[in-house]
């Protein structure tokens, strides 16, 4: 087994403490920080979002993945140089007013995250404004709204108006969900995608930045 | 007991359940009571119809901080949660009431602990012992000595639940399986399992509860929050001492857990819970086919709320009760239709003809 293979089985098992050393000893090694981070990191924790979208792990294996990838690349990070060169862009991601849940939300911004975006975490309770202020960042290519109840939807839905109508609105996509949220919704309120699961919201964020 | 048929004038309401701020629903001029047919199904005898979730009712009484902070009160004491909801549990977790919502949440970014491996330093048990339980019994006397309905109590804030609450959900998650913090989440649980058995034998010498509700969550609504090698692991242990408890106490323990849980049944089995309401996103046929004889399920009819039609409502309650009438099964009603036009006449009807027959 390579290096960046040790590097990717021990992401995907969640081990925080192995992954920061093995990262050193591939760059030691002379490996290339990007291949470590996109095969070793990024690949790894696609086939984790894989195994969580088909009930073979849960949310405690998948949030274990990501902190495990989170410490390989604090280690990685010196060796990729500034931030820009690593991002694929920027997402900022919220559970709407009256809302406070925040495990969806917190799913999708490690997974989007570990999918080579810079995540702007929200939180929970955000107020349309809030959302349409930070949206106004010309580096954000992702606006992710979230809503787990039947009773924040209407929430949502004026949040997704709001962001609708800002003037900069073609430079961002805005994804919505959360466990009431349907497709149909989603097509409703005008927003650009619905996705089920964190580990499709990742892929769906990816493929409209990248292609 | 005889299979008496059904006769047309049992549907003809006699009185009222008593109503603790949930609605009161109506009593039927039944042969026996409901509490006795329920009864019946927990003995493992066939009932003379699908015992209805509301022939039970349940207290979440004020001396409890958990339920007024969960905005949860359920007894004589009047109670608003708009105004009354909120505010620090027994733990002194603070919890805030959501009007649009109709629950309270703990506003995620300040955990009362920061570190789940030294919860010890964060956290001081109650004493159950220095609560008005006399006071309370009293002032919910009427309550307690009704006999139509089969009568118990609600323990809100379960293990995993209690977990998250001291220190939110990511990291009450990891901790579950971070090899870590597993040792302190048992150590918790540990102590967690002695105090709700505490609280359950209070409940048994003040209340005389027949029924025990346990809440605690394990799922979303596409899946089990962990695994059932985790569930296994961290939670059957203790919940089965307070499943045992219960049990000794001569208390039906029935597990109160929102989620996609099905993949979970054969834990619940292993701690010995007798009774488990899942929400209508498992399978229940499934359910009842695999699980049947191990514990009683709860379902509800299907694709009605309280908007419908009379029509659809007697459509999907005889819907239910042709799949389910052989089962050992109480029947439900998903939250959004509780109050469906009928419902409990229909399912009432229903299975009284499906189990017993039609009198000439």
Request: proline content about 6%.
């Amino acid at each position: 087994m390579s290096k960046i293979e040790e590097i990717a089985s021990a992401v995907e098992r969640g081990k925080a403490k192995l992954v920061p050393g093995l990262v050193e000893e591939a760059l030691d090694e002379g490996a290339d920080p990007v291949e470590i981070l996109n095969k070793g990191m990024i690949d790894a924790m696609s086939v984790v979002g894989e195994k969580f979208k088909n009930n073979e792990i849960f949310v405690p294996e998948m949030l274990v993945a990501a902190r495990a990838m989170k410490k390989g690349v604090e280690v990685l990070k010196p060796s990729l140089g500034g931030s820009s060169d690593i991002s694929i862009g920027k997402a900022v991601i919220g559970t709407v007013q009256g809302d406070l849940h925040d495990i969806g939300k917190n799913l999708v911004c490690l997974m989007i995250e570990s999918a080579g975006f810079e995540v702007q975490d929200l939180g929970v309770d955000v107020p349309a404004e809030k959302f349409v202020e930070s949206a106004a960042d010309p580096d954000v290519k992702i606006v992710g709204v979230s809503a787990l109840l039947t009773t924040t939807m209407p929430a949502m839905k004026a949040t997704v108006e709001a962001l609708n109508q800002a003037p900069n609105r073609e430079n961002f996509k805005v994804m919505v969900g959360g466990a009431p949220i349907t497709q149909e919704f989603a097509d409703e309120i005008g927003a650009d995608a619905y996705t089920p699961d964190a580990a499709t919201a990742a892929s769906v964020a990816k493929a409209f930045v990248v292609g | 007991m005889e299979r008496i048929p059904f006769r047309k004038e049992e549907l003809e309401v006699i009185g009222q359940t008593i109503n603790m701020g949930r609605g009161s629903f109506p009593l039927l001029n039944t042969p026996i009571s409901p509490r006795e047919n329920f009864l019946m199904l927990l003995r493992g005898e066939d009932p003379l119809w699908i015992p209805f979730a509301r022939d039970t009712i349940s207290v979440t009484p004020a001396i409890i901080k958990d339920n007024i902070a969960r905005g949860f009160v359920y007894d004589a004491t009047p109670f608003d949660p708009n105004v009354e909801g909120g505010g620090p549990d027994m733990f002194g977790v603070e919890w805030e009431w959501v009007p649009t919502v109709r629950g309270s949440m703990v506003r995620p970014g300040n955990p009362k602990v920061p570190d789940v491996e030294e919860w010890e330093k964060y956290i001081e048990f109650p004493d159950p012992d220095s609560w008005d339980w006399a006071g309370s019994a009293e002032k919910n006397r009427a309550l307690i000595e009704q006999k139509e309905l089969l009568f118990g109590a609600t323990i809100l804030n379960g293990l995993f639940e209690r977990l998250i609450s001291f220190c939110e959900m990511s990291e009450a998650l990891v901790a579950m399986i971070d090899e870590d913090e597993q040792e302190a989440v048992h150590r918790l649980f540990d102590q967690l399992a002695d105090f709700y058995g505490k609280i359950i034998k209070k409940y048994k010498e003040y209340y005389h509860i027949e029924i025990l509700t346990f809440h605690d969550d394990w799922g979303s609504q596409r899946a089990p929050f962990f695994s059932l090698d985790t569930v296994r692991e961290m939670l059957v242990p203790y919940l089965k001492r307070i499943v045992d408890t219960t049990h000794d106490l001569g208390i039906i323990f029935e597990l109160h857990s929102c989620g996609k849980n099905e993949l979970l049944v054969p834990a619940m089995i292993e701690a010995g819970v007798d009774m488990w309401n899942g929400q209508p996103m498992n399978d229940k046929k499934m359910l009842v086919d695999t699980y049947g004889d191990k514990m009683i399920f709860g379902a509800a009819p299907e694709g009605i709320d309280n908007d419908s039609s009379l029509e659809e409502v007697r459509e999907s309650c005889r819907k239910f009760v042709d799949t389910f009438k052989d089962h050992r099964i109480y029947s439900g009603a998903a939250s959004n239709a509780m109050f469906a036009p009928g419902i409990k006449e229909a399912l009432y009807e229903y299975s009284r003809i499906a189990k017993c027959g039609k009198a000439e």
